[in-house]
DNA sequence: CACTTTCCGTACGGTACCGTATGGACCTCG
DNA sequence: CGAGGTCCATACGGTACCGTACGGAAAGTG
């Protein structure tokens, strides 16, 4: 695509001289990751940006405006990254289950799960965030059924297995384990063999 | 030990007609639950108790001196329960893990799961927060690991399965359930038994 | 070169909160 | 009954934030 000569002037001798939504709302998600959604306040983030709220109101109508827009970003990329990590891959499937599990419980990706943990904080107290996170969730649980449907285990078991692996790695991303004794690299790659690989039915009969 | 009479009469009258630091902390537990850490406010915490903040700065030095009081009175509380949970019962440990689990996987119980969310998202933000909850944590992990070791659980997969099992329940108490189609409650306790019951030989060798 | 649009700075009123100072009601005890 | 301690209300200054009004610089447009 091309651009005006005088908007590539501007890119090229400071970047963002100016602004657009889309700078604000990445803005908004970093401060998200770190202090939550009560931390992105408009002034802060205007500090940040190194301009003033006057620029805000211009591209937002209000604080809402720009935390719906935070909603939908966040929305959309989860959304993508969970069809491209389950993309099919005849053979691969318990790879990409496992890799599925690593992205959110290795200390990698540490902002992602930040951010991942104050979209709940924040889903708890709002129902439009509760709305997003929901359907981002159905999304995965969906996703991840599939790949161990193509692994052969049966449906109940697969959706199953599906649950408890997010609830998993949302879950081991809220404790600090590397305050913990014990070798703590070794105990999750058992928990995820637990997970992905083990295919012992279960007690509960299939009817 | 006694109380003066005078205390006595007071209290039988009308209950915290004079407001203490435990009756402030009650609060605060109340509105962490409700609005996480950044909720708790003197003034609004004074609204709520149909006192002013007079009253609170009487009791408190200031609003971190609360917060502190918060943090002993929930570590206390929670070290003190895990120990009744894990109590020897020969013969009735599996049952007891099932309850460990059910405690925070089960919409009962809904407040105390509210706090031990808004606990961990106050840790995330504070080093003092983060202590306690470590404290806690490993006092759980250790409780677990003694029940799966009278399971018959060799040492390193029953401290694998307390982890698991802390992680899943804090996981799936983050995740709306209920708007997910399926039959929840058979797919939890499958997990559950995933979890507790099926002690199959992990994938890594036992050195 | 006017003229408009885009984008941001400045200034303002209003709200919510923190912590302090001070006085007063009530009880206790000599 | 007075003196002192306990517990709370009121009033105040200060900070941080939201949203609006308005002005102005810079760039595009005819």
């Not at 805000?56 to 969970?82: A, M, N, P």
């Amino acid at each position: 695509m091309d651009l005006e000569p005088s908007i590539l002037r501007r890119m090229e001798k400071t970047p963002r001289l100016q602004l657009d939504r889309a700078a604000w709302i990445q803005a908004a998600l970093d401060t998200l990751a770190d202090e939550g959604v009560t931390g992105v306040r408009v002034e802060v983030l205007a500090k940040r940006l190194h301009v003033t709220k006057g620029s805000f109101y211009w591209h937002f109508k209000d604080r809402q405006d720009l935390l719906s827009g935070v909603l939908e970003t966040w929305k959309d990329g989860r959304i993508r990254d969970i069809i491209k990590q389950t993309r099919p891959e005849a053979g691969g499937e318990e790879a990409q289950i496992f890799r599925v599990i690593d992205v959110y419980s290795t200390s990698r990706n540490r902002k992602g799960i930040l951010i991942e943990l104050a979209m709940r904080e924040w889903a708890r107290r709002d129902p439009a965030a509760a709305a997003i996170v929901e359907e981002v969730d159905a999304w995965r649980l969906r996703c991840a059924r599939e790949l161990f449907l193509a692994c052969g285990v049966p449906m109940h078991e697969a959706s199953t297995r599906s649950m408890l692996l997010y609830a998993y790695v949302f879950g081991v991303s809220m404790m600090n384990c590397e305050k913990f004794d014990g070798d703590i690299t070794r105990m999750k790659d058992d928990i995820r063999e637990l997970i992905a690989r083990s295919h012992t039915p279960l007690a509960s009969p299939q009817p």
